[in-house]
């Protein structure tokens, strides 16, 4: 991206600002969406091109397309695990476990199913939207290995069913119109209403409810600084807009946290 000498100032300027208000604050919280994992190589679902233009979220992503039409999920899994099974922490993923370390980020709320969170080394992380590692039969329970469903649903081939039971295995991801985890959720909004600072990342809060944790830090008092590659329609809700790639952006803000905390 190339910009101006003014513009670079400013965004400058928001980098510094955005290490200040982490400085300043006592509980920084970090809620991370599909597109911190971008520079991971794993696309997110909503930007020109993503997923979902290609995968009609009514057809492939619904709790109850998965019942009905459970080849649909298969057949998308058998382009998406591939990328997330090749995927590697990035330096964003990288900056919010140096910040956990520094005593400066208490835990990561995500939404992302990836794991590159806890291989980046941060320690507490709520898994919103499940994870693609495991899975569990839908009649007796028995939970399954990504290997196990690899090899069951022949890599995406067929569909996965339990050899006791015959049943569905249903992947630990969250579909849209499933309930979330009520004890995630509700650890996630004490996270969120008990924090000074939420660090919105790679989020285009669209998804609810992971998008009403935002409000929850407001509404006590708390701030809120936004990464995006983009401008969102949310972003007044946001005291500070850091715009570009997150693996660029977050480990700028934590070099500047540091160099204003005298750490080195
Ligand atoms: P989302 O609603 O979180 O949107 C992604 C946002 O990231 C967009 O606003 C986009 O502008 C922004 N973005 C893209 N590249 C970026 C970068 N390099 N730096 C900073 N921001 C960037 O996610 P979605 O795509 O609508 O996906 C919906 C749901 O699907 C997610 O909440 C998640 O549960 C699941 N999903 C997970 C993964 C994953 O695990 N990596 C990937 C895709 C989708």
Redesign the pocket.
Known sequence: MSCSAGERDLHEDRIRLAAQMILDSFQVVALT???????SG??????PG???SRYDPLLYGTYESFIHHPERFWEMARELNPL?EGAEPNP?HYALAELEKLGKCRAVIT????H?HQRAGSTEVLE??GT?RTGHCMSCGRVFTLEEMKELSAGGERVAYCPQAQALIKPDV?FFGEPLDSRVLARAAELASTSDLMLV???????YP?AALPEYTKRRGGRLIF????S?CHDQLADLVCL????ENLPAVVEAYKKLAGIR
Do not use: M
């Not at 939404?111 to 990836?114: E, L, P």
């Not at 990342?201 to 998804?207: H, P, Q, R, T």
């Open positions: 969406g599909a597109g911190i994992s971008v520079e794993i696309p997110d679902f909503r930007s993503g997923l979902w997330l964003a939404q992302n199913i990836d590159l919103l939207h693609h969250v990342i790679g989020c285009s809060l669209e998804v992971a990464f995006n590659t983009v969102t570009g790639r997150a693996g």
